[in-house]
């Protein structure tokens, strides 16, 4: 499976202020995917990263607050922007390789600990 | 709504003991059933089902779906403190990954 890394692992932001995380693949990849793990819950879907194309947001996000870049096959990053304490999650970038038509297996970059004070 | 739900919430056993978890799920456009182990943060990849009644084995780990009653069950033999971890279970669709809100495990020495 692929190695996939992310950048920072964890931070500490005050409110109201932006924060980048990069998330790199050792190989290319078809998919890619941004996910939040508020505390005590489960993994929630942000927006498919589509390559060279705008992100594919779910119900509940928006582009303003979590826009989200895909330059190439092998890096995307997400923005949280305007932070509040509600924003304090895990931050989980997915891939998910389709060349050889195996769909939904996807495996997880180490996250980053957001907490916004 | 597409929904995922694992039972039980969580589970304290003993080393040595055999457990086994719960999924269960409503999913449009289901292609699979995946489990997931999260110990810190990134959770690692444990099976992908697709087919109903096909059992998938990894060590002491095993998983079966049964695609008619919309279930999957994993079951750990011989637990070790090292499983200790939340166990999440989610149904994939066409472009997302559905996620439970996982089963805590704690096996204790």
């Known amino acids: 499976s692929a190695v996939i890394s992310q950048k920072p692992s964890r931070d500490i932001c005050q409110r109201g202020t932006s924060l980048t995380i990069q998330c790199q693949v050792d190989s290319q990849v078809t998919m890619m995917f941004w996910y939040r793990q508020q505390p005590g819950q489960s993994l929630t879907l942000i927006a498919t990263?589509?390559?060279?194309?705008?992100?594919?947001?779910e119900s509940g996000f928006v582009i303003d607050k979590f826009p989200i870049s895909r330059p190439n096959l092998t890096f995307s990053t997400l923005t949280v922007s305007n932070m509040s304490p509600e924003d304090s999650s895990i931050y989980l970038c997915?891939?998910?390789?389709?060349?050889?038509?195996?769909?939904?297996?996807?495996?997880f970059g180490p996250g980053t600990r957001l907490t916004v004070l | 709504e597409d929904k995922v739900v694992q039972s039980p919430l969580s589970l304290v056993v003993h080393e040595g003991d055999t457990v086994t978890l719960n999924c269960s799920y409503e999913v449009t456009n289901f292609r699979s059933l995946l489990w997931y182990k999260q110990e810190k943060k990134a959770p690692t990849f444990l099976f992908m089902l697709t087919s109903s009644g096909i059992e998938k084995k990894s060590g002491r780990l095993s998983s079966i779906l049964d695609k008619k009653e919309l279930f999957s069950i994993l079951n750990i033999t011989a637990t070790q403190t090292g499983d200790s971890a939340v166990y999440l279970c989610?149904?994939?669709?066409?472009?997302?990954?559905?996620f439970g809100t996982g089963t805590l495990l704690a096996v204790q020495p």
């Open positions: 990263a589509n390559q060279g194309s705008e992100a594919t947001y």
């Open positions: 989610a149904g994939g669709a066409t472009n997302k990954l559905i």
């Open positions: 997915s891939v998910e390789d389709r060349q050889g038509g195996s769909y939904n297996e996807q495996f």
